[in-house]
């Protein structure tokens, strides 16, 4: 059928003790942080005596084989969709981190660009791997421009060199402001970001930038 599902049966007949062997097989997901998201799981079930209404479950043998259900699955697929907002405003990074967490993605923040690199590198080290050495980690980070310690153009020109080095993981960098002058946007795709959306954010270009680095 459609899940390929197989049972099976094999018998000698006019030979006593040979016994009957029944097997089937059945696809089920896998949630090892190293394999695949599916796998086949093929149990082979042999009664080693002759059959009866009530046979005896103890002197079942069982035999599990695993290999994966899809040829083509990569586990270079990562799971995670996380977003790193870095803005100096409480009130911004609330209704942001709001709209993100409703699309369905995990929020970190950081309220300058100084504390940006330290949150990147923290989750570098410590954070959520949804398969190691595979997982993205940190997919996009909407970086403030106007902050202060360190602005968003300083910070974006730091982690660009950083991912250089191999120091991080690629991730990438959207400005996310209320400068909006075409001088300001090109400074910030400049100094390395992706894009650049202005505030307020709307709804729908927000869309547009999680599904565009999703």
């Given at each position: 059928d459609v899940y390929?599902?197989?049972?099976s049966?094999q018998?000698?007949?006019g030979?006593?003790?040979?016994g009957?062997?029944?097997?089937?097989?059945i696809y089920l997901c896998?949630?090892?942080?190293t394999?695949?998201?599916?796998?086949i799981?093929?149990?082979l079930?042999?009664?080693?005596n002759e059959?009866?209404n009530?046979?005896d479950?103890s002197?079942?043998?069982i035999?599990?084989?695993?290999?994966?259900?899809?040829s083509?699955?990569?586990?270079?697929?990562c799971?995670?969709?996380?977003?790193?907002i870095v803005?100096d405003?409480?009130?911004?990074?609330?209704?942001l981190e709001?709209?993100?967490r409703?699309?369905?993605?995990?929020?970190?923040?950081a309220?300058?660009?100084k504390?940006c690199?330290?949150k990147?590198l923290?989750?570098?080290?410590?954070g959520?791997k949804?398969q190691?050495g595979?997982?993205k980690g940190?997919?996009?980070?909407l970086?403030?421009?106007?902050?202060?310690?360190?602005?968003?153009?300083?910070?974006t020109i730091h982690?660009?060199?950083?991912?250089q080095?191999?120091e991080i993981?690629?991730?990438?960098i959207?400005?996310?402001s209320a400068?909006e002058?075409?001088?300001?946007?090109a400074?910030?795709?400049?100094?390395?970001m992706?894009?650049?959306?202005t505030?307020?954010v709307l709804?729908?270009?927000?869309?547009e930038v999680?599904?565009?680095?999703n």
């Amino acid at each position: 059928d459609v899940y390929k599902r197989q049972v099976s049966t094999q018998s000698t007949w006019g030979v006593k003790d040979a016994g009957s062997i029944f097997s089937f097989s059945i696809y089920l997901c896998h949630h090892q942080e190293t394999s695949p998201p599916g796998v086949i799981v093929t149990s082979l079930f042999s009664i080693n005596n002759e059959i009866e209404n009530d046979f005896d479950l103890s002197k079942m043998i069982i035999k599990h084989e695993t290999k994966p259900l899809f040829s083509n699955v990569s586990i270079s697929n990562c799971l995670c969709k996380i977003v790193l907002i870095v803005d100096d405003n409480d009130y911004n990074l609330f209704t942001l981190e709001r709209k993100c967490r409703r699309r369905g993605w995990e929020v970190i923040k950081a309220y300058n660009g100084k504390e940006c690199i330290e949150k990147v590198l923290l989750h570098e080290k410590q954070g959520k791997k949804c398969q190691p050495g595979f997982c993205k980690g940190i997919r996009l980070i909407l970086m403030d421009v106007d902050m202060p310690i360190m602005n968003g153009i300083e910070a974006t020109i730091h982690l660009q060199k950083m991912m250089q080095t191999k120091e991080i993981s690629p991730m990438n960098i959207v400005g996310c402001s209320a400068f909006e002058t075409k001088q300001d946007i090109a400074e910030g795709l400049k100094a390395g970001m992706k894009d650049y959306i202005t505030k307020p954010v709307l709804d729908a270009k927000l869309d547009e930038v999680l599904k565009l680095f999703n």
